[in-house]
């Protein structure tokens, strides 16, 4: 479903994305996990069209972005990480905008709209302007817009940065709707719980490059008793966790 082979990004002298490949399939969900500054946004703007990779190639639903970059966006739901509503208008109004625009009419429209608002639970707030709405909620907003069309591929970049726990357990449940539904989602966090939590398999990003990859399981696996490994400070932590062995100086 998803498929990135080799790709790299310079901007001047900092790789930023630097020969990154993975595959996600149908109705799982890949985290791409790695500190501030990994690469990680770059990974995703690339997928997202956002940003054309120096080399590499990606694949979405079948389709080479670079051969068909208008027609692979009808199958795509992109959630940025910053929110990208209209304040002005209603939630309704944010997703009937949106609907229409991945080509949506008439009923159809209509009921994904109401399905969406259900979803996120904003329907009792739907007729309201969304500049009187919470983080939380705008963040809601935000994810089912991308979800709306109902998309094969779905790309996430941080969506929960900054929210209370309520709204974050809500995305989570809905992220986790859509893959067993059959989307390929990839989820970009720099939260290990979450990736943790949410993610099928989970893709260790630093500096640009893929560290590691695999289930939980298998990550754990991947860094041996013996081994003795030299890690970034900020992937420390994340050090501890995977593996509850001690630091060493
Ligand atoms: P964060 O969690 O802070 O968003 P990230 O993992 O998404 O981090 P990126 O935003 O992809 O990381 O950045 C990767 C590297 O590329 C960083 O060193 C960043 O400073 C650099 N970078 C990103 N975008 C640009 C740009 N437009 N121009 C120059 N350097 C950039």
Not at 162 to 189: C, E, F, K, S
Not at 195 to 206: K, T, Y
Request: with cysteine; glycine share 12%; hydrophobic share 40%.
């Amino acid at each position: 479903m998803i498929r990135v082979e080799g790709l790299v990004k310079r901007f001047g002298e900092i790789r930023a994305v630097d020969g990154v490949s993975f595959e996600v399939r149908s109705g799982e969900i890949y985290g791409l996990l790695g500190p501030n500054g990994a690469g990680k946004t770059t990974t995703f703007s690339m997928l997202a069209g956002l940003l054309g990779p120096d080399s590499g190639r990606i694949t979405l639903d079948g389709i080479d972005i670079a051969e068909d970059p208008v027609g692979v966006k009808r199958g795509l739901g992109i959630v940025p990480q910053e929110v990208a509503v209209y304040e002005e208008l209603t939630a309704r109004e944010n997703l009937r905008l949106w609907a229409g625009l991945y080509g949506l009419t008439g009923t159809a429209l209509d009921q994904a709209v109401g399905r969406a608002l259900d979803e996120v639970g904003l329907s009792g707030r739907s007729r309201e302007p969304v500049e009187r709405f919470s983080g939380g909620m705008k963040r809601r907003l935000n994810l089912s817009l991308g979800l709306v069309h109902r998309p094969k591929v779905i790309l996430l970049d941080e969506p929960t940065v900054g929210i209370d726990p309520q709204a974050r357990a809500n995305i989570l449940d809905v992220v986790r709707r859509v893959a067993d539904a059959g989307a390929a989602v990839l989820y970009t966090t720099h939260y290990l719980e979450e990736a943790e939590q949410l993610c099928d398999r989970i893709g260790i990003l630093d500096h640009g490059k893929l560290l590691a990859e695999g289930t939980l399981a298998e990550l754990k696996e991947q860094v041996g008793e013996d081994e003795v490994v030299v890690l970034p400070p900020s992937l420390n932590r994340l050090f501890l966790k995977l593996t509850g062995r001690e630091l060493r100086d």
